[in-house]
């Protein structure tokens, strides 16, 4: 335990030295494996980034990774997301990053069933963070979950454990339902709230005869089947373009939680402060792998046997993505905030801060000197599982390092001394917000 408060006092503050960290504040607790018979038997790192502003929390957005080294170094920086802020930003919640220290070598269901220890590690990370933070609402409040492979695996035995605490679940190629099926893993009891949570599967169309991840496939396949027979609110989410990798998954992931926390929060200052049900009647269906979602009380297919989506706004983007593997969306990014230009030796330095566009991500930026561009930041996004992104995303649906900053040098030398500077943001699909300049 010492070793635990240790670590919290040390990172307590820790935000000013990490890069591009603003709008908010990240603290980090590591706790080392478990001798002790039911505990943990692997190390694992949390890390919560928190909005500012002292409103209380109303909720944690919880990003798991999957099985394996590179899965868990992946996980180390899910809170850093600015996409994935943008999203617990509107909501004001916490983003929460875990990283087990698993080597591929060691079994994966020693974290990934959570009745091995990773359960009530994860609900003690929530109360010392709430504790290092100084919201001591981060225990309390409810979760969405987002799992990848066993982090899919993870939030469906979760959702037998905890179903009054999660809003919604994302499953990206991953459940625990064929190895409880299969007898690999003791069957839990699913009980009735569980089929009251929003969920949704997403498998990659590579996943189904990839002799490797098919069970990923037959997974989701199995999950939907079982929940629908339930009237349980559960969607299918087919990525045409992806294999086990994330893809572009979080163009529908994100509106799916936005709706979701829309629909299931507790309103604030209210008595109640348990979720508020889904009607599942209200929702919209549409077609098991494609076609075009229809409201619940026009849909002239086998209801449950339909995907079920929460919002008209789901509906679209789910329709768009299962045929094309993208979403359209002409709306401008938010415009840079907090602009300024340094002139040092080495050149003018300019640095700004920007948020995320809520729909479509942050690609860049773009510098102007005297209303004429100079430079693009980064300057060719990469996008080696996905869109290219400011931050680059990994297979993992995390930001790969290192984490880029916005910062920029001038080191032209015929550059006037009253120049002036200007920055404009550019989303995943072009689209430029308004110009912010300096001088």
Known sequence: MRAVRLALLCLIGW???VPQVRGGDLFEVYYPPSSQPGELVLGVTYTVWIPEGREPLRGVIVHQHGCGTGACRGGATAAYDLHWQALARKWNCALLGPSYHQQDSENCRLWCDPRNGSDGTFLRALTDLAQASGRPELAEVPWCLWGHSGGGFWA???QTLHPERIVAIWFRSGTAIEAWEKGEIPRPEVPEAAFGIPCMVNPGVKERDDARFRGAWTGAERMFQFYRSKNAPMGMLLDPK?????GDSRYVAIPFFDACLSLRLPVPGAADKSLRPIDVGAGWLAPYLSGTARPGAVYEGERLQATWLPSPGVAEVWSQYVSQGAIADLSPPPEPREVSAVRTPGGVRLTWSAEADFETGLAGFVILRDGQEIARVPEKPVGRFGKGLFQSMSY???????LPRM????TAENRSA???YEIQAVNSLGVRSTLVGTR
Do not use: N, R, V
Not at 242 to 246: A, T
Not at 407 to 410: F, M, N, V
């Open 15 to 17: 935000g000013g030295l």
């Open 156 to 158: 469906s035995l979760m």
């Open 242 to 246: 992806s294999g086990h990798e994330c």
């Open 396 to 402: 993992h649906d995390t930001p790969e390092k290192p």
């Open 407 to 410: 910062e920029y040098i001038d």
């Open 418 to 420: 009253t120049a002036q």
